[in-house]
């Protein structure tokens, strides 16, 4: 199991570190605020990448129109010349 490239071992290592440095009290307070801050981080990533989709979306329709429209318009033009 690698979580961002770090294997059970180090995990171990650092949860060892991390109880000797903090103490048994504040471990679960930190890692509660450590969750809080991943979770808004997750969020905030999901809503730029809706917000992203949402005018990409929007900038799609139009191209779509503009190439359905081009074609027809090349046809007249032909039409117009060859008349």
Do not use: C, H, W, Y
Not at 22 to 32: D, S, T
């Amino acid at each position: 199991m690698n979580i961002f490239g770090i294997g059970l071992p180090e995990m171990a290592v650092i949860m060892v570190v991390a109880l000797l440095i903090f103490g048994p009290k504040k471990l679960p307070e930190i890692g509660r605020s450590l969750g809080k801050t991943i979770r808004s981080f997750q969020d905030a990533s999901n809503e730029f990448q809706n917000e992203f989709k949402k005018e990409a979306e929007k900038l799609d329709q139009p191209v779509k129109t503009t190439a359905e429209l081009e074609p027809k318009q090349i046809e007249s033009t032909k039409q117009d010349n060859s008349v």
